[in-house]
């Protein structure tokens, strides 16, 4: 049976996902620009980086143990890297890099499609058990299992590496870029890319945090400022 830690991780899991899907296709529904549908989707894919651990607490509800293949939770954590990763430096680059786009985008990719081929070459393609551990807190068929990369193992400390680069390029083109625009605009356009900047900035610092630092049961700290980082970035790119 799901203990308490187990169902307020679980709930603030649930509560991301849908919120991110429902304001995400808030925006695609009522944009006036391509930048407002590409920033509805990258906040459906920031809220489902929660859709592994949605799935385990289901697993837990339903069944009181977690799937046979744990894999699957780190696949569908992770494998939202990519898109996030392109369609936000593309969104960025749109707005303060537009002669560098297509560099910006294919660098993007590169890093993005080589850190979601890793997770599967080192889930399936390599002997011996794959660089992640449960959380500290972690009880079978009690609490969500919560995967960490183990920064002892080589592999595991590739994989950080690659996760960081790829969020380092979208701290410079979304987070840096975005506070360059809000000095040069005034009004609400500056509001604007200030909630842009404050939802990347979030959603960088704290994903780093939830995927390598072990918090136990204050894992609810950097859950809740992820979904304040996609809440943040609907305010700024909401269509007026």
């Not at 690659?162 to 979304?174: D, E, R």
């Not at 625009?181 to 900047?197: L, Q």
């Not at 990347?200 to 939830?210: K, S």
Request: some cysteine.
């Amino acid at each position: 049976m799901v203990n308490t830690i187990g169902m307020i991780d679980g709930i603030l899991a649930l509560a991301i996902v849908l919120i991110s899907i429902l304001i995400g296709l808030l925006n695609i529904i009522k944009a006036k620009a391509k930048l407002q549908k590409i920033s509805g989707i990258i906040i459906i894919c920031m809220g489902l980086v929660m859709l592994g651990n949605l799935i385990d607490f289901f697993a837990l509800l339903f069944t009181e143990s977690h799937l046979n293949e744990p894999e699957i939770y780190i696949i569908l954590t992770y494998i939202w890297i990519a898109p996030i990763l392109i369609l936000g430096t593309s969104m960025g680059a749109e707005a303060i890099l537009p002669d560098k786009k297509k560099l910006v985008i294919i660098i993007s990719a590169i890093l993005g499609l080589i850190f979601v081929i890793l997770i599967f070459v080192v889930l399936y393609g390599l002997e011996g058990d794959p660089p992640f551990t449960a959380s500290k807190n972690y009880v079978s068929g009690e609490t969500l299992i919560n995967f960490r990369f183990i920064l002892d193992d080589p592999m595991g400390m590739l994989l950080v590496v690659l996760l960081i680069a790829c969020l380092a390029v979208m701290l410079i083109i979304n987070v840096i870029g975005s506070l360059q625009k809000a000095g040069e605009s005034s009004g609400v356009i500056k509001t604007k890319f200030i909630m842009i900047s404050l939802g990347w900035l979030l959603f960088i610092v704290f994903g780093v945090v939830d995927s390598i630092i072990d918090l136990g049961d204050l894992i609810m700290i950097p859950r809740l400022l992820i979904l304040l980082s996609v809440l943040c970035l609907y305010l700024g790119t909401k269509p007026s």
